[in-house]
């Protein structure tokens, strides 16, 4: 009993001592949470009163309106609030640094460790009492600000997402606070623990930021993972992991958080415990601790400087190692001043600056002359398990099937991660190993030679993912040209592994597709071609599941057996999407927002996301195309020429269009149209025709008495008839 009655007393006082944090952390929260939320009522009130004299308006105002306080609310207290999440990083500076202000006084120190109580028991007090102070009072201002909503809105749903919100912050601040308190229980004054805290909180960022800046630039195969890079950035950091930089769940945001503070918090306590009063004043707590950070600090400024002069100076060597010089003297120097509160002392432990010289050459020129063989890298047969490759030119709608339809404030979305590839490179696993390697060889080769082709215009890169046994994966990206290693990516296009991995629809049950969007790009005629909602457009719901198994089905099928050279020979005459129950509700209610909103991105499924999750009918598919017939969906692309008084060909250089060639006699005219491929499917093939021998021509149609239409039309200069070849050869 006299132990809790010590503990609750200590707190007492240690809240007296830190009274005025307590009154900071009420205001912070008072003015960002009540007063914010209390002027975003009153806009919506305000957006209410105007809603209801507008007679064209067709939704309740006040329903909306209740809505719409709502859903700010919830921003206001999530991590969409990015100045939340700084009010509270702000917080544990000062908490963490005035909780533990007097182990760096003398008196102070002397005074609170001659009480006759435990350091653990010391330690603890100020911990509890630095978090309540935060805590509390955001959890209070969070309910005042949801009892504002309730009164406006009547939605007691507000106080789960109060409650949802203090578990996700309080984790994330925790981790921010315990970090602050072991940087201030290193050093021995506030400028250090600043400076302190800072490392602790930055070296591995900006060291990882640092280490991908020196792959890009030196290594010709790097590719960065995105997704594992922001994961590993946001996650190693309570700076960072407050903000959404990654994309992990909240809730393994706030495992990660309570898991650093109670390690951060061990660790604080054990140097706490161990930490000698005679060490408050000093620069470092411990002299064992001076050296190494020293040394790492030092290292990590002399790497990235040296980059700095090498990018700035022609890439030169020379100034590159002067920097690293010039870096590591400077800082060195500064450490030693700062250690030993004397500048007559700027140049002991010269041993040291020595050895961060040498290191940080040694780093700079591993990288630069890539003594490692990063880009030599081929994996060994038995080493590797899998494999994936990612090509644009392959498939250049990659990133349309790495999406998934969510639905999300009566709004349907294509949810999209750091980077779509990393999604493709991890479903996709090529058992092939045989023609992973051969890829493999032939790519490592013309790097190494410097014999290849690339288009620099274009992200034409082929990125591998070799997948090894026991769980490693090493990824490389080769910036070679397709015709450089056309025969093995058409090999790995008709892999059945390498289509399932690009293709979702291969690994879909054909009994889970309850609809299908159909697009044709139909145009009845040449007056319709300017109108956006084409008479191709049509979502399908089955009915009759055994003759949608059997369109699914066919359609996989025949996906399969689709090869590079028919993807050469043939344009997609529509296109199709395939919907499962969960898709199918998320358009339906869009659809049903939509027409009440009297929103412009259309009223009917369709138009919903036209160019996303769309995959090819080419005419081979004959199944599928007799399906879609029995169905009465199918039709017939096509353009009709009676309309068209001449045809334009443009004549281009790499980039940019250098003149046209018409023709305007009836004969040549009707000849011309029948050759055109209509892109204005949501589906594309252009890249990958653009990429081969074959050369596509823009063309333009100029109906009677109209204006040239040149939307998304080409013709293929192998399909051109003689006349067209000697026109465009004397214009080019």
């Known amino acids: 009993m006299t132990s809790k009655n010590l503990f609750f007393n200590l707190m007492k006082e240690d809240f ?22 209390a002027i975003n009522i009153s806009l919506n009130i305000n957006r209410q009163y105007g809603m209801m004299f507008d007679d064209s308006n067709h939704v309740d105002p006040i329903a ?32 963490g640094i005035s909780g533990f202000r007097y182990v760096q006084k003398k008196k102070s120190v002397d005074f609170f460790h001659s009480i006759p ?20 009072p955001y959890l209070a201002s969070a309910f005042i600000a949801a009892v504002l909503v309730l009164i406006n809105t009547g939605e007691f749903s507000v106080f789960l997402t109060v409650i949802y919100s203090f578990a996700y912050y309080i984790p994330l601040f925790a981790f921010a606070y315990m970090t602050v308190v072991l940087g201030t229980l290193l050093t021995g004054n506030v400028v250090l623990a600043v400076l302190g805290s800072g490392i602790l909180t930055f070296y591995i960022p900006v060291g990882v930021s640092v280490i991908m800046w020196y792959m890009t630039e030196f290594f010709k195969t790097a590719y960065i993972d995105e997704e594992y890079i922001m994961q590993a950035l946001g996650n190693s950091s309570s700076f960072l992991l407050i903000y959404p ?14 898991a650093g503070a109670l390690v951060f918090g061990v660790i604080s306590l054990y140097v706490y415990k161990f930490r000698a009063s005679e060490s408050a004043g000093k620069s470092m707590s411990f002299k064992v601790t001076k050296a190494p950070i020293k040394m790492l600090v030092v290292i990590l400024l002399s790497v990235l400087v ?18 690293i010089i010039i870096s590591s003297l400077i800082s060195h120097c500064a450490f030693e001043a700062i250690y030993n509160s004397d500048f007559k002392k700027l140049f002991d432990n010269l041993g040291h600056l020595l050895i961060c010289v040498v290191i940080s050459v040694l780093f700079f020129l591993t990288f630069r002359f890539d003594w490692t063989g990063y880009d030599r890298y081929v994996p060994s047969e038995s080493s590797l398990e899998s494999g994936a490759v990612y090509s644009v030119v392959l498939e250049e709608n990659w990133n349309s099937y790495a999406r998934t339809l969510k639905e999300r404030d009566n709004y349907a979305y294509y949810y999209e991660s750091n980077d779509l ?10 058992k092939n190993k045989e023609l992973l390697l051969k890829l493999s060889k032939r790519l490592t080769e013309k790097i190494k030679s410097g014999e290849y082709e690339y288009d620099y215009y274009y992200d034409r890169a082929i990125i591998i993912s070799y997948k090894l046994k026991g769980g490693g994966r090493k990824l490389r990206k080769y910036n070679v040209g397709w015709k450089d290693v056309e025969d093995i990516l058409s090999e790995i296009y008709a892999d059945a592994d390498y289509k399932k991995g690009t293709y979702p629809i291969l690994e879909t049950e054909a009994s889970d597709i309850v609809s299908f969007d159909y697009n044709s790009a139909y145009i009845p005629s040449i007056s319709n071609f300017s109108n956006e909602e084409t008479e191709g457009d049509k979502h399908v719901k089955i009915t009759d599941n055994k003759l949608g198994v059997e369109l699914v089905e066919a359609y996989k099928s025949e996906l399969l057996e689709l090869t590079t050279e028919d993807r050469k020979k043939e344009y997609p005459i529509a296109a199709i999407r395939f919907n499962n129950r969960e898709s199918e509700e998320v358009l339906k209610e869009y659809v049903k927002v939509a027409k009440k909103r009297k929103d412009s991105s259309g009223y009917n499924i369709p138009n919903v996301y036209e160019e996303i999750g769309y995959y090819p009918i080419y005419p081979k598919f004959k199944k599928t195309i007799e399906i879609l017939k029995k169905m009465g969906v199918y039709e017939e692309l096509g353009f009709d020429s009676k309309d068209i ?7 281009h250089d790499t980039y940019y269009e ?7 006699k009836p004969k040549q005219v009707d000849e011309l149209v029948g050759l055109v491929i209509n892109a204005e499917l949501p589906y594309s093939n252009i890249e990958y025709l653009n990429n081969n021998e074959e050369r596509l021509f823009g063309v333009g149609f100029v109906p009677y008495n109209s204006i040239e239409l040149n939307k998304n039309l080409y013709i293929k200069k192998s399909v051109l008839p003689d006349f067209a070849k000697e026109r465009l050869k004397e214009n080019e």
Do not use: H, P
Not at 64 to 93: E, H, P, Y
Not at 308 to 320: E, L
């Open 117 to 136: 109580v435990k350091r653990e028991k010391l330690f603890l007090v100020t911990v509890v009492n630095s978090l309540l102070m935060v805590a509390v």
């Open 658 to 664: 250098v003149g046209r060639v018409s023709f305007n």
């Open 645 to 651: 008084e001449a045809v334009n060909i443009y004549l």
């Open 64 to 95: 909306m309106r209740n809505t719409q306080i709502v859903v700010d609310f919830s921003k206001i207290v999530s991590d969409q609030n990015i100045f939340l999440g700084t009010f509270f990083l702000i917080l544990a500076l000062v908490v």
């Open 245 to 258: 930089i990654s994309d992990i769940s909240d809730y393994t945001r706030m495992f990660i958080g309570l």
């Open 16 to 37: 007296k001592r830190r009274l005025w944090v307590f009154t900071v952390s009420c205001l912070t929260f008072l003015l960002s949470l009540v007063l914010v939320t």
């Open 421 to 430: 590839r990393a999604r493709i490179l991890k479903r996709m696993n090529i």
């Open 306 to 323: 040296a980059m700095m002069f090498y990018m700035s100076m022609d890439k030169s060597i020379g100034w590159a190692i002067f920097g």
